[in-house]
């Protein structure tokens, strides 16, 4: 009973048209999961060796039959380079960068090939995309494009890899399901709108410190530290990477409230905040966010900055499913 539900599992048409569903990777293309069916080509070569048959056969040309052999035999070794070409060859997920929404998500796709057993003419293609092309020489990567058309995250889906190396006469492929996923940050909101309330007293504070009146020493330069922090004299002086620091720092603190955007919609609101944070980070002040149910204490900095705009993205109104 287990192997007959094995053999109907393994039978089954779906399998045959979009895959086996999302696996994690890396996977392994083996035998059971790669497809080979002649090609338009390779159909049209089947009618001409049956031509070519039926005419050594009515004429009882040997000729005629060896002609028609040889090719048969071409077509025959054809038909097991394709399926080798695609058979144990090794597909693993990289690295997805998040983006904004608007924009395109790029998916990486590495490859791996034993070293001995070179893939050609590989094709990588998305349902709706066009194929991409590349040669698998031990290892090869492909990057595919998804629009990214709202904000939370969007998942890559199965993409098919075939090959009609080396002759066209065949085409091998297998449907591939990665379980890929990449973060969608909210679109900006234009530059030039509304600032958060505070922010002008925030920037001047911080504008007003540049002149030394309320200096108070040096620490060791941070990632994420604003550039006009730096003390750029020392770095020249060969003193290394220092930041000046200045009293009053609170004052610098800027709050970007869910409740102060201006806009009522709630997509348009997070694009606001996601503008405001944007254009915080850029001034070099530190910032906190407050959303409904959630809250981030002020900082600075990349890594902060993608904290903002992972709750931003992530962020799910009451009485909304996830």
């Known amino acids: 009973m287990r192997l007959r539900a094995r053999l109907v599992r393994a039978l089954r048409l779906e399998r045959f048209l979009v895959g086996d569903g999302p696996q994690p990777g890396p996977q392994v293309l083996h035998r059971r999961r790669v497809y080979i069916l002649p090609s338009k080509t390779g159909l049209g070569f089947t009618l001409l060796l049956a031509l070519l048959l039926l005419a050594a056969t009515n004429y009882g040309n040997s000729l005629g039959f060896m002609l028609t052999f040889l090719l048969f035999g071409m077509a025959w070794a054809a038909m097991h380079h394709t399926y080798r070409n695609l058979v144990r060859l090794r597909v693993q997920a990289g690295p997805a960068a998040p983006v904004f929404a608007g924009s395109l998500a790029r998916f990486v796709v590495d490859f791996d090939a034993p070293a001995a057993a070179p893939r050609r003419a590989l094709r990588v293609q998305l349902p709706d995309g066009a194929p991409l092309t590349l040669d698998v020489d031990g290892r090869g990567r492909a990057i595919l494009s998804r629009p990214a058309e709202r904000r939370g995250w969007l998942t890559l889906g199965r993409f ?26 909210p679109q900006p909101a234009p530059p030039g709108g509304p600032p958060p309330p505070g922010a002008a007293e925030a ?18 330069y941070q990632p994420g530290d604003a550039p006009r922090h730096v003390y750029w004299k020392g770095v020249a002086r060969a003193y290394g990477l220092l930041t000046k620091q200045f009293g009053g720092d609170a004052s610098e603190k800027l709050w970007l409230d869910w409740n102060q955007a201006p806009e009522p919609e709630v997509e348009a609101r997070l694009s606001r905040l996601c503008r405001w944070a944007l254009d915080a980070e850029a001034a070099g002040l530190a910032y906190g966010l407050r959303l409904p149910g959630a809250a981030l204490d002020p900082g600075h900095g990349d890594a902060h900055l993608e904290r903002c705009l992972t709750e931003l993205a992530l962020f799910q109104p009451r009485g909304t499913a996830p």
């Open 160 to 185: 098919t890899i075939d090959t009609l190396y080396p002759l066209g006469l065949f085409r091998a492929w297998a449907h591939v399901d990665l379980g890929q996923r990449c973060l969608v940050f």
């Open 203 to 220: 920037e001047r504070a911080g504008l007003g410190r540049q002149g030394g009146d309320d200096f108070s020493g040096f620490r060791g």
